[in-house]
């Protein structure tokens, strides 16, 4: 593929760091898209408020009050413009990406839609294949318990066995550092 002198190349990690679960759909923040696409948010929303006929709902909608309350309260900070929101943002799911590349129509815009697009679809093939090996030996699992159940003795290995398989397909999340001051208990 032969790239434009203005195309970026955005790391995968970038990208999936700005997807985000809202309303049940993974969707992008407009201001993480105006970064992305190397505009100003105010920019990107008029874009699209000129068009909003290309928009359905379920390509973009905006987030609510409540839902912005929400959402900011996960990230645990006082201060709404740390994390770049004053006002509820609009919300775009993959296809709504597709279309803000049309809408701005840049180089940069087609380029990193290309790019999240791709993302996108990584993420949907990484859950299809990994959803069925879970089933998979979630079914394996049952049989074998069934057969154990009737006379052999290594229940318990199968059983540590799945565990040990799950924990691989379910990675635990690292524990979060803490932040704040120690108190020292001298006096």
Not at 88 to 106: I, K, T
Request: aromatic share 8%; with cysteine.
């Amino acid at each position: 593929m032969k790239k434009t002198k203005n195309q970026l190349m955005i790391a995968d990690d970038k990208i999936i760091n700005k997807i985000f679960l809202i309303r049940g759909k993974k969707v992008m923040l407009d201001r993480d898209l105006a970064e992305l696409y190397g505009v100003e948010t105010k920019v990107l929303k008029q874009a699209v408020r000129r068009n909003l006929d290309r928009f359905p709902e379920d390509f973009m909608f905006e987030m609510t009050i409540k839902e912005l309350n929400n959402w900011r309260s996960q990230f645990v900070t006082s201060n709404s413009t740390r994390i770049g929101l004053r006002y509820p943002p609009f919300c775009f799911s993959e296809q709504g990406v597709a279309m803000l590349s049309c809408v701005l129509n840049s180089e940069q815009a087609i380029g990193v839609s290309i790019q999240i697009m791709r993302v996108f679809t990584r993420m949907r093939e990484y859950l299809l294949t990994h959803g069925d090996i879970l089933l998979k030996l979630e079914k394996i699992e049952k049989e074998l318990l069934k057969q154990d159940r009737r006379g052999s003795k290594h229940e318990e290995e199968i059983g540590m066995l799945f565990e040990a398989l799950k924990e691989l397909m379910n990675p635990p999340q690292p524990p979060r550092t803490q932040i704040g001051f120690k108190l020292s208990n001298k006096g």
